[in-house]
């Protein structure tokens, strides 16, 4: 993880972006005649870890193990995983690994595994549990949620222009727009940004501009389109 990802907010620590999966997906690989499937969702609370992990074993009865990993927090506070019976360490590490490495959050995925006849030996196992999480978040929609404020800036026509530009030029996308008597545009901004854009934009309008900075959240760009989340 980077060192400096995060933000202090009173006594709690956000990180300034981070991956998580928007929706889940199901991946398969197939090693020596064995079956390797994995299903990835995004999780709140371990209690959704706990109930996605239990549909997957009613699922996948008749499978011969069903491993998961999943981990929880904006400093992956919570880590769990099981091997189902597999050799101690070939299973469920190797499957949080791959999600630690790939620094997702909030995250679940559960390994079925249909065992094909020929033993995999440990180190087979650890790859084949490894490339089937691999597999399932490749299937699945991943984002980066980036920590910022939705701004409003109010402007008269004259300034609209520069204000475009400037926007335009730092890639800033423009959620809404308002024509009456003045300009109202509303932005979102990662939280780093805020005070380079608002010196850049007093300067470009010789300060006929105003800009409101509203409730922290944070966003992503989700199928092309920014989106808020909690």
Not at 55 to 79: D, P
Not at 88 to 100: H, Q, R, S
Request: proline letters at 2%; glycine letters at 10%.
């Amino acid at each position: 993880m980077i060192k400096d990802n995060t933000l202090g907010k009173g006594d709690f620590i956000m990180l300034k972006q981070y991956k998580t999966v928007l929706r889940g997906g199901e991946g398969e690989i197939v090693e020596k005649k064995s079956r390797f499937i994995a299903t990835v969702i995004p999780i709140k609370d371990e209690q959704e870890a706990i109930a996605f992990i239990e549909s997957m074993k009613k699922k996948y009865w008749n499978a011969t193990h069903n491993c998961y990993a999943y981990v929880l927090g904006e400093r992956f506070e919570i880590q769990r995983f099981s091997d189902d019976g597999e050799p101690g360490g070939t299973a469920g590490k190797p499957m949080l690994d791959v999600l630690l490495g790939e620094e997702i959050h909030n995250t679940a995925v559960v390994v079925t595994r249909y065992f094909g006849g020929t033993l995999l030996g440990t180190g087979g196992l650890v790859r084949a549990y490894s490339k089937a999480t691999q597999e399932g978040l490749a299937c699945s929609n991943i984002i980066t949620k980036i920590y910022g404020y939705k701004l409003k800036i109010t402007t008269d026509y004259t300034g609209l222009g520069k204000i475009q530009y400037i926007l335009g030029q730092k890639k800033v996308p423009i959620l809404d727009s308002v024509y009456t008597d003045k300009v109202e545009l509303e932005i979102l901004l990662p939280k780093d940004d805020v005070e380079n854009l608002q010196e850049a934009l007093v300067e470009a309008t010789n300060g006929q501009v105003e800009i409101q900075i509203g409730q922290a959240c944070y966003f992503a760009q989700v199928d092309g389109k920014m989106e808020l989340f909690e």
